[in-house]
Antibody, heavy 121, light 107 residues
Framework: QVQLVQSGAEVKKPGASVKVSCKAS????????LHWVRQAPGQGLEWMGI????????SHAQKFQGKVTMTRDTSTSTVYMELSSLRSEDTAVYYC??????????????WGQGTLVTVSS | DIQMTQSPSSLSASVGDRVTITCQAS??????LNWYQQKPGKAPKLLIY???NLETGVPSRFSGSGSGTDFTFTISSLQPEDIATYYC?????????FGQGTKLEIK
C-alpha cells in the first residue's frame, strides 16, 4: 500500500535551518510528483512547492523563494524539504503529499503524517 | 496568483442536515478544484477531485459541483463522523492554492 512516512518533530532556534524527509513506499517513486504543504497552528493549509522525483526538478510558491530547497534520493525513495533562516512564523506542521493525475485533473491522494517544526529561542 | 475565497469559515449543523460550503476563485479555473476533509491532528483526506468527481471509497453523501469561478461542496445528510474542517484547493499552472477552510461542528 502507498505510504509516505515523514521524519520526526524538530525544535530549532531562529535563524537555523531544518530538513524534513518523506520516504515513499508502495508505488514507483519516480512516477508521481510530490508536494510540500504546511499548516501553522490553528491555521489553514499553505502550498509550498513541488518536486519531480524522477528528474529532480522543483518549483515553489514565490513566498518561499530563497528559503526552501527540495531534493530527492531515488536510491531510498525519499524526498527532502529544507527550510532556512527559520523564524517563529515558520512554526508549523509540514506535510508531503503525492500528486495523482486523472486526465487533466490533479489532486493530492496520499499524504504523510506530518512533521511538526517548532521555531523557538 | 489565484486566490480562493471559501465560506462560511465555520458552520454548525444538526445530524441529518444538508450542509453546503462554497468556494470562489479569483479567476477562471475551469474544473480544477478539489475538496479535502481534515480531522484534528490528521493529514487532509481527498474527497472530491476535478470539482465533481467522488474519490474512491468516499461516501456518496459527499458531492461537489461548479465550474469556472464558483464551486459548491455538499454533504447531503450530515453524520457525526463528518465533523472536521473542509478545504477547497485549486490547481493552475504550477500554482496550488487552498481556501481558508470551513470548520464544521454539530449543533
Amino acid at each position: 500500500q502507498v505510504q509516505l512516512v515523514q521524519s520526526g518533530a524538530e525544535v530549532k532556534k531562529p535563524g537555523a535551518s531544518v530538513k524534513v524527509s518523506c520516504k515513499a513506499s508502495g508505488y514507483t517513486f519516480t512516477s508521481y510528483y510530490l508536494h510540500w504543504v504546511r499548516q501553522a497552528p490553528g491555521q489553514g493549509l499553505e502550498w509550498m512547492g513541488i518536486i519531480s522525483p524522477g528528474g529532480g526538478t522543483t518549483s515553489h510558491a514565490q513566498k518561499f523563494q530563497g528559503k526552501v530547497t527540495m531534493t530527492r534520493d531515488t536510491s531510498t525513495s525519499t524526498v527532502y524539504m529544507e527550510l532556512s533562516s527559520l523564524r517563529s512564523e515558520d512554526t508549523a506542521v509540514y506535510y508531503c503529499a503525492r500528486e495523482r493525475t486523472v486526465d487533466t485533473a490533479m489532486f493530492f491522494d496520499y499524504w504523510g503524517q506530518g512533521t511538526l517544526v517548532t521555531v523557538s529561542s | 496568483d489565484i486566490q480562493m475565497t471559501q465560506s462560511p469559515s465555520s458552520l454548525s449543523a444538526s445530524v441529518g442536515d444538508r450542509v453546503t460550503i462554497t468556494c470562489q476563485a479569483s479567476q477562471h479555473i475551469s474544473n480544477s478544484l478539489n475538496w479535502y476533509q481534515q480531522k484534528p491532528g490528521k493529514a487532509p483526506k481527498l474527497l472530491i477531485y476535478d470539482a465533481s468527481n467522488l474519490e474512491t471509497g468516499v461516501p456518496s453523501r459527499f458531492s461537489g459541483s461548479g465550474s469556472g469561478t464558483d464551486f459548491t461542496f455538499t454533504i447531503s445528510s450530515l453524520q457525526p463522523e463528518d465533523i472536521a474542517t473542509y478545504y477547497c484547493q485549486q490547481y493552475d499552472n504550477l500554482s496550488y492554492t487552498f481556501g481558508q477552510g470551513t470548520k464544521l461542528e454539530i449543533k
